[in-house]
């Protein structure tokens, strides 16, 4: 079983440009998490898919981010425009719904963003 | 609100040492805490679930209601167990909620 993919795993952009992560979700999985470590702090929760819709999106810092999931399948978090703050590790994770409590969440490896 | 507090951002032992990584958490209701583990370049995975009571890699957790704790612990610490260590939360139908982390070091 191919685990939960993101792209691109490390991303240098300038303050003031877009920049959109993409997330594949383990197949059969429709919730859908992004997850945020801005450096020395938690890993804090951004938004929440199951399928297309979004179910929590009280995590979302502002409105220059933007989530997405057409279909329900792989999902895109662009920042536009980025600045300096946006910065950290961006995490994807999905779970099957109803198996989340014992099965947990199944991560990426993440999308490390660096706005200079 | 529902929030994890590790206190401890680092926590150095040695090898063959008892290791305890706190966790103690805030909220109202029936909590689901589970204890995720990262290590070096490898990516963020699920070490074990209150749910399950179960003992992964000799890791165990107890949840302490009375002093809401999720404290893991491990009678003998590997240096293959230096990584960085994560206590969650969720009410079952709320997003995990994640502490800051403590980065174990096994010395040799």
């Known amino acids: 079983e191919a685990g939960v993919t993101q792209f691109p795993s490390h991303s240098v952009i300038e303050k003031g440009q877009t920049v959109t992560l993409r997330c594949d979700p383990i197949?059969?999985?429709?919730?859908l998490y992004w997850y945020r470590r801005v450096m020395g702090k938690e890993i804090k929760f951004l938004l929440h898919?199951?399928?297309?819709?979004?179910?929590?999106e009280s995590g979302m810092p502002n409105n220059r981010f933007l989530a997405e999931r057409t279909g329900g399948t792989y999902s895109t978090l662009k920042v536009q425009p980025a600045e300096l703050e946006d910065s950290g590790v961006y995490f994807c994770?999905?779970?099957?719904?109803?198996?989340?409590?014992?099965?947990?969440?199944?991560f990426g490896s993440g999308t490390r963003l660096t706005v200079v | 609100a529902q929030r994890v507090t590790q206190p401890e951002k680092l926590l150095s032992v040695f090898k063959g040492a008892p290791v305890e990584l706190k966790c103690n958490y805030s909220?109202?209701?029936?909590?689901?805490l589970f204890w995720y583990v990262q290590y070096s370049r490898q990516r963020l995975q699920l070490l074990l679930r209150?749910?399950s009571r179960e003992s992964i890699k000799g890791f165990t957790a107890d949840l302490n209601k009375g002093e809401t704790s999720f404290h893991l612990k491990k009678p003998f610490a590997q240096e293959e167990d230096s990584a960085m260590y994560y206590c969650?939360?969720?009410?079952?139908?709320?997003?995990?909620?994640f502490g800051k982390g403590t980065r174990l070091s096994v010395i040799a």
């Open positions: 909220y109202s209701g029936s909590p689901e």
């Open positions: 197949s059969g999985h429709d919730n």
């Open positions: 898919f199951v399928k297309e819709s979004k179910q929590d």
């Open positions: 969650a939360l969720t009410s079952g139908n709320t997003p995990l909620v």
């Open positions: 209150h749910i």
């Open positions: 994770a999905s779970s099957q719904v109803g198996r989340e409590l014992f099965y947990g969440y199944t």
